[in-house]
């Protein structure tokens, strides 16, 4: 059958489907209220979401009998299957530990959290844990270079692996694992400092123009909104080119330019944030009892505004964190930012990028670059998931 | 009252809703019972968290997020709506039965016009077409007194004042002609010369078109005009259900006579100041402008020791600007203000600490006026700490002195946040606030005006005690005269940033009066349920309210 017969009669079953699951619901539960009132787009939903697991299970049983150049066709979407199904039961685990281990406040936070927001809080511990204990979990240095080059993930010696280097090792014979583990303590870290920098000047100066107003409120906005028009990366790349060449004269470590540069791009956006914030925040009579006071600026800005922004300033910080862990990856992938033989996770994909053509026909080789990237992926998730379950429960939506 | 029939229009049995909070259902409504006839209006009552609205929503069929009719049931005309498919319900729901809600500002959407939400149900409801229903629609705004109702329904709803809205969203509840309205405190946001517009329109349409309806108010003057029955509610309970006229005169039960009780609080007269006393504060020739324009005009009173100026007006009547200028937030173009004969610097900023903690401000909304990140035995404490220097044991000390006063249980509030409290409650903390601070002169800034009768009723009393206990000068800025006639000593009464008339009190209440404060005294609602009647047949309906006003 033709593809556009295929599209055709995928859309008359679901269209159909949808009207027959719901009459079929009206029938089976004698008009229950849920079935009785839905409406026809979700009755579609049901039938599209159904069509879609049975394909993938469809899919996942026809891969188990394939074999040989066959089994490579399926090899990344077992993978993910597998890697989606473990992720789920350790995200339900962890919260059934949750719900059962710790103070009261806390398991009550755990019994209301759906599972997506305990995968990312579990998989941000487990990259902290990593980043922080590098050194002792690391079964190699990071510039460490081995004998062996070019082994491939696995440690299946079959298919071209070895049992002492599970994720293999890079084309100079240097261990994966221990470059992926170095690189949380790098990557993460340096992005954590990196936001927390941003955050702060970000932060202070957004309040600052909300509390005072007038020609300095003038002044830093307009500032803002110019540094905002340059094309971020554009912009980084060309103040990393000028640093670079500052680093080789006054001997200060290339990566601390590289901190100062993303967190002053990065405050722009957090200044916006935090001088909306503040301006709806100065209005209240709190701060105009807190003014007749006599009160200060500073006491203003971090006793009175503070406390009052942390739930959107707290959401902010996820997500600019994954945006600044990612312009550190890509920089480092351009070749600029965090500078070898440091192990950082967007030069590593950045050096074993040529494997990813090997995609097709050993897809085990194409894996080694993709570890890298799906490290940095899974991050980005997690914080993401987190970061959506914070602001769902700061708006108060139920369901 | 027109006639009415004794077909049932509304009936409730056994009304149970629960709410979730904490991870448990919580009962807000345990077992309520409502009859309503065709034609009739129910008033339902009680203070808030007492289950009106819910009922109110629950008598269309719904309920809010997070809340849920556990059992009992509802029927409207013979079908019952608890049952009902959302096919059904949506077929009643503006056409037969409609809403409307409190803030009419906030309800309506502000991107699109008025005569276009006027004419959308019914056109959905297919009732009649979008140009029939346009006309409609100006019939009913000239039938409810807006002006321009030919021109009105075309503009936004931030180009049509509050109480015109108000009556606007009553125009298109009725556009379809429901048998039943459910009017959520319609009045309570409006002015006491607006509300008076309001209530009139809504009676006259009600029964012109002798529409059922429940009122939904916590003022009971108010309910006594509109209602034919009255139900008092508490907590979700019914306390007692009867006409009007029956429950006016004889209530039954404790807290109804108690509800009935709160207006009749007044204090004792106080001696008149002795000549050439000076004046804790003195507002001398006051102009003051937002830009360029000029909102207060030459402004000039008084406030002497322990005695408390009632300053009233309705909204935009410079009232809080006044006290914006007092405070020094708004800086005077013209004049000064004296703190014990002495001149205060203008600016705020230009004042020193001991000047700034002689005039300490309570506000309105208490949930703005506490940071809601604080513990009360923080925000009491800061100005503890700030103005008189206790540190540590001292400081908590004096806090649970501070609570003490204002009848809060210290070792039990002294942690707990601004959220965790009751409207009441949170109204004394600031109240503690602004003592701590130990002034001499405390501006209220309608302090009242968001609570229920009791409660205010409740800090009303509070600040007469500390007020005799400490010596203190109030300025109590108002548009509530039961509230003035509770507790002032002397009234000012503003209008458009002028001072109309000022004096004693006793000869405030008495005439001759200025035509403006002869206005705003007979807009008060009074318990006599043929008070507004009386008043429209007096003074004749173009005579009350925005009407009256325009014409001065």
């Avoid at chain 2, 800086?331 to 004042?351: C, N, S, T, V, W």
């Avoid at chain 2, 501006?443 to 009791?454: G, H, K, P």
Wanted: hydrophobic share 45%; proline share 4%; charged share 20%.
């Amino acid at each position: 059958m033709s593809f556009i017969a295929w599209v055709i009669t995928l859309a008359i079953v679901t269209f159909a489907g949808g009207w027959v699951f719901r009459k079929a619901g009206q029938l089976a539960t004698s008009n229950a209220p849920y079935f009785r009132d839905m409406p026809y787009g979700v009755g579609v939903g049901y039938v599209a979401g159904g069509l879609a697991i049975l394909w993938v299970v469809a899919t996942y049983v026809a891969s188990m009998a394939a074999e040989g150049p066959d089994a490579n066709k399926y090899f990344f979407f077992r993978l993910a299957i597998h890697f989606l199904v473990l992720s789920a039961i350790a995200a339900w685990v962890f919260r059934v530990f949750g719900r059962a281990v710790g103070t009261e406040a806390t398991k009550k936070l755990f019994r209301q959290m759906p599972l997506t927001a305990s995968f990312g809080i579990l998989t941000i511990l487990i990259y902290a844990f990593v980043a922080v204990f590098a050194g002792a979990l690391a079964p190699y240095g990071q510039e460490e270079i081995l004998g062996a080059a070019n082994i491939v993930a696995g440690g299946d010696p079959a298919t071209g692996g070895n049992p002492d280097f599970p994720l293999g090792t890079d084309q100079i014979g240097r261990d994966i694992l221990s470059r992926l583990i170095f690189g949380a303590q790098n990557t993460v870290g340096i992005a954590f400092a990196t936001t927390c920098l941003a955050f702060f000047i970000g932060a202070s100066l957004g309040f600052l123009a909300a509390t005072l107003g007038g020609w300095l409120d003038q002044l830093l906005s307009r500032t803002v909104d110019a540094l905002m028009a340059i094309p971020a990366l554009i912009f980084s790349l060309l103040l990393m080119t000028i640093a670079a060449v500052w680093a080789n004269k006054f001997g200060i470590p290339l990566t601390i330019f590289m901190v100062v540069i993303i967190a002053v791009i990065d405050a722009t956006r957090v200044f916006r944030l935090a001088r909306a914030v503040g301006t709806s925040i100065v209005v209240m009579d709190y701060i105009e009892a807190a003014k007749l006071r006599g009160e200060g600026l500073s006491y203003l800005i971090f006793r009175e505004i503070l406390p009052n922004a942390t739930a959107p300033l707290l959401a902010e910080f996820g997500l600019r964190f994954c945006f600044v862990f990612l312009t550190i990856a890509s920089l480092s992938f351009l070749g600029v930012g965090i500078q070898p033989p440091l192990a950082d996770w967007g030069t590593m994909v950045r050096d074993l990028a040529q494997f990813i053509n090997f995609a097709q026909f050993a897809p085990q080789v194409a894996l080694t670059p993709l570890l890298a990237a799906g490290a940095i992926a899974l991050l980005t998730v997690a914080v993401n998931f987190v970061v959506d379950w914070m602001l769902h429960k700061s708006s108060g939506l139920k369901e | 009252m027109n006639t009415k029939s004794n077909e049932q229009l509304v009936k409730i049995r056994g009304l149970k809703i629960e709410g979730r909070s904490d991870e448990t259902w919580n009962p807000i409504i345990n077992g309520v019972d409502l009859d309503l006839n065709k034609g009739e209006v129910l008033g339902l009552i009680g203070e808030s968290g007492a289950g009106k609205s819910t009922i109110g929503l629950a008598s269309m069929g719904f309920c809010r997020d997070g809340v849920r009719i556990s059992e009992g049931t509802v029927e409207f005309d013979g079908i019952d709506l608890i049952k009902a498919s959302a096919a059904v319900k949506r077929s009643l729901l503006g056409k037969r039965i409609a809403y409307v809600a409190q803030s009419a500002a906030a309800s309506f959407n502000p991107a699109h016009k008025l005569i276009d939400q006027h004419t959308e149900a019914p056109t959905q409801h297919g009732v009649s077409g979008r140009k029939e229903s346009e006309e409609d629609g100006i019939e009913l705004y000239r039938r409810l007194r807006l002006p321009n109702p030919d021109e009105i329904g075309f503009r936004y709803p931030h180009q049509v004042s509050g109480g015109q809205l108000q009556r606007a969203m009553t125009a298109m509840a009725m556009a379809c002609r429901p048998d039943l309205i459910i009017f959520d405190e319609p009045t309570t946001a409006l002015d006491v010369t607006t509300q008076i517009e309001v209530l009139a329109a809504i009676r006259d349409i009600v029964e012109q078109f002798d529409t059922a309806a429940i009122y939904i108010t916590h003022d009971l003057a108010v309910v006594a005009q509109m209602a034919d029955k009255i139900k008092v509610l508490l907590k979700g309970d019914e306390v007692e259900e009867s006409d009007t006229r029956t429950m006016l005169a004889n209530p039954q039960e404790d807290y109804t006579k108690s509800l009935w009780a709160v207006r009749s609080f007044e204090r004792p007269k106080k001696p008149a100041v002795s000549t050439g006393a000076t004046p804790v504060v003195s507002v001398q020739g006051v102009t003051a402008a937002y830009g360029t324009v000029d909102v207060l005009h030459d402004v000039n009173f008084d406030m002497h020791e322990g005695r408390t100026v009632a300053v009233v007006g309705e909204s935009g009547s410079g009232k809080s600007t006044t006290a914006r200028c007092i405070t020094g937030l708004l800086p005077p173009r013209i004049g000064h203000i004296e703190f014990d004969g002495a001149q205060m610097p203008l600016d705020y900023r230009k004042r020193d600490k001991t000047q700034l903690r002689q005039a300490q401000m309570i506000y309105q909304m208490a949930d703005t006026a506490l940071n809601p990140r604080k513990t009360i035995g923080e925000l009491i404490g800061r100005p503890v700490e700030f103005y008189m220097g206790l540190k540590g044991a001292e400081k908590r000390k004096r806090v649970e002195f501070l609570l003490d006063e204002i009848e809060l249980e210290p070792s039990k509030f002294i942690d707990r946040l601004p959220s965790e409290l009751s409207g009441g409650q949170k109204q004394r903390i600031g109240i503690a606030r602004a003592l701590a601070a130990e002034p001499k002169f405390i501006i209220c800034d309608e302090v009242t005006s968001a609570l229920d009768q009791l409660v205010a009723e409740g800090i009303l009393k509070l600040l007469a005690k500390l007020q005799d206990e400490l010596k203190l000068t109030y300025m109590f800025i108002t548009h509530d005269l039961a509230t003035v006639r509770a507790i002032a000593d002397e009234v000012v009464v503003m209008k458009d940033g002028k001072v109309v008339e000022q004096g004693e009190k006793e000869d405030m209440f008495k005439p001759p009066h200025h035509p403006y404060t002869d206005l705003l005294l007979s807009s008060v609602p009074e318990m006599d349920p043929d008070w507004l009647s009386n008043l429209l047949e007096e003074r004749g309906v173009d005579n009350i309210g925005d009407a009256a006003v325009d014409k001065m």
